[in-house]
């Protein structure tokens, strides 16, 4: 479970070059334009994000579109405790600078960015903040892009709703986000699933497929060809009942990201810093799909 670029194993050609001929010997630093980059769950406010590689990451890969599918500052960690090293403001500068420099940028707020929510609409520094978002990729397919904490009461319930019918299960979704709200006014600490995953492995698969079918079904429900969420850390990219289900991942154990190409295509990559390679940093690439 650990590291899903293992898991998957001869599909992920793990310290394979650049695809489209990037000349990682070069002495320059070597960069990838994408049509698309997809990342959630940076945790920016906690120890956990790996800023200094997501900075080597966006640095070296330009890209006309960057979605940030939520937890990108954590807000329920710093009312908590502050930290905010230089490294972080750095990650965010680099986004405004992006922005600035013609990216469309997307933010869909998460559960530990629910402040983020409330500005819904707006733009911060030419960042669009919407509470979902549908990207259409160059090949013309329809991506439903949300967090995906709507689903946590879904998944924490999946085994009964299974026997009930559908009215039922869309008041469990919409009930989700106000019971968590009042969860949060009461003083408990926010029912986050990628936290109880940590804690409970054996049944850890049940619930990430529970997730994962979810979403996929939501997304298909909406009539999008596929879906791209983050929230639970678990990167992946498979087809679920005709419905193309991409998680991004997440930058505090996998940096991950998922990205699109200019043909449209998609495929999850995997940054290797440098210090984990005789090199420099770089990204593995997944199978494009
Ligand atoms: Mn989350």
Not at 138 to 150: C, K, N, P, T
Not at 172 to 178: A, G, M, P, Y
Not at 193 to 210: M, Q
């Amino acid at each position: 479970m650990r590291n899903l670029f293992d898991a998957l194993g001869p599909a992920v050609h793990r310290f394979g070059s650049e695809r489209d001929g990037g000349n990682t010997d070069d002495d320059q630093l070597p960069r990838k334009h994408y049509r698309t980059i997809f990342i959630s769950d940076l945790h920016l406010g906690t120890p956990g994000c790996q800023a200094a590689a997501l900075l080597e990451f966006l640095k070296t890969h330009p890209s006309d579109n960057l979605y940030l599918v939520g937890d990108i500052v954590d807000g329920w960690q710093l009312r908590r405790k502050w930290y905010w090293p230089q490294s972080h403001n750095d990650v965010l500068q680099k986004l405004l600078r992006r922005a600035r420099k013609g990216c469309r940028i997307v933010f869909v707020p998460g559960n530990h960015d629910e402040f983020a929510r409330e500005f819904i609409g707006h733009q911060f520094g030419g960042i669009e903040i919407m509470e979902e978002a549908v990207h259409t990729t160059a090949d013309g397919r329809q991506l439903w892009i949300v967090h995906g904490d709507y689903f946590d009461a879904v998944v924490q319930c999946a085994r009964w709703l299974a026997y009930v019918g559908d009215n039922l299960y869309e008041l469990t979704l919409r009930l989700n986000r106000h019971l968590n709200r009042l969860r949060a006014r009461m003083g408990l600490p926010y029912w986050s699933l990628s936290a109880y995953l940590k804690h409970k492995v054996k049944s850890a698969l049940n619930y990430v497929t529970d997730f994962e079918v979810a979403v996929a079904g939501e997304a298909c429900r909406r009539g999008h060809q596929g879906v791209v969420c983050g929230h639970i850390h678990r990167a992946e990219m498979r087809e679920i009942n005709g419905i193309l289900y991409c998680n991004d991942g997440d930058w505090v154990e996998s940096r991950s990201a998922l990205v699109e190409y200019f043909d449209g295509s998609l495929a999850l990559v995997h940054w290797v810093p440098a210090d984990q390679t005789q090199g420099r940093g770089h990204v593995a690439h997944g199978v494009a799909v």
